[in-house]
């Protein structure tokens, strides 16, 4: 639609943590952010509560929007030698206490839980979203109302999370990539529709709502930068 726009995130940390697949004592983080932890950090970023209306109606308003994550590599420089850093996935525990047995009871003993974070890693997220909508967050990401994270409490933006709003990929690139066409990063793509996509991820966010968490699925394909 011709009142779409593209609205792009940055997101750039020592640490970032993008809850994939996480069940119980394990959980574990995607390669690419997910759907559901960007627009959570919007809704935090606007105020808005779990489960509350208000954030319901922001969900309905933007849950559908495609969204493209593009890895950006990084590199590093000593004297006259530069190199690239790569991303690396790692893994801490922590101690839980006062959980319950599978039979209800309060179990005496700790449980370890074990958590990845990606190091060195760096997007740009692109949404595509109405006008009004992406000018009303520009506004709230520039000044949160809550703090804003890369998928968990620790993990601190190192840079300001809010990188413009376009019109199209064309201005995205010769402002936020240097000039670079979109294939030469490897990106994940959403798409609108299944046979165009490659994997199914449940990560669109019906329902913050702590006691039901919703999720909905979407396609999603991952391109491959060119050497």
């Not at 640490?15 to 983080?29: A, C, D, K, V």
């Not at 759907?35 to 935090?44: E, H, I, N, R």
């Not at 993990?155 to 995205?172: D, H, L, Q, R, Y």
Request: aromatic share 8%; net charge neutral; hydrophobic share 40%.
């Amino acid at each position: 639609m011709s009142n779409n726009k593209l609205l792009a995130l940055r997101l750039s940390g020592v640490m970032q943590s993008w809850g994939f697949n996480s069940e119980y004592t394990y959980r574990n983080s995607g390669l690419f952010p997910t759907k559901s932890a960007v627009l959570g950090l919007c809704c935090a970023a606007k105020g808005l509560a779990r489960g509350t209306e208000e954030e319901k109606c922001f969900l309905e308003s933007v849950s559908d929007s495609l969204m493209t994550a593009i890895a950006l590599p990084r590199s590093q420089s000593s004297g006259d030698k530069t190199w690239q850093v790569n991303v690396r996935r790692i893994e801490d525990f922590h101690t839980v206490e006062k959980t319950k047995t599978a039979a209800g009871k309060m179990s005496k003993h700790a449980v370890m839980t074990y958590r990845q974070y990606l190091c060195d890693a760096d997007f740009i997220i692109l949404l595509q979203i109405k006008e009004n909508v992406a000018n009303d967050l520009k506004k709230d990401l520039l000044d949160p109302c809550w703090g804003i994270w890369l998928g968990r409490k620790t993990c601190i933006p190192s840079a300001p999370v809010f990188a413009g709003v376009f019109n199209t990929v064309n201005e995205v690139s010769n402002t936020l990539l240097d000039g670079k066409e979109l294939d030469v990063f490897t990106y994940q793509k959403e798409v609108s529709s299944f046979s165009e996509g490659a994997d199914t991820l449940m990560d669109v966010p019906l329902d913050y709502a702590i006691d039901k968490r919703e999720r909905g699925q979407r396609r999603v394909v991952i391109n491959d930068a060119k050497a």
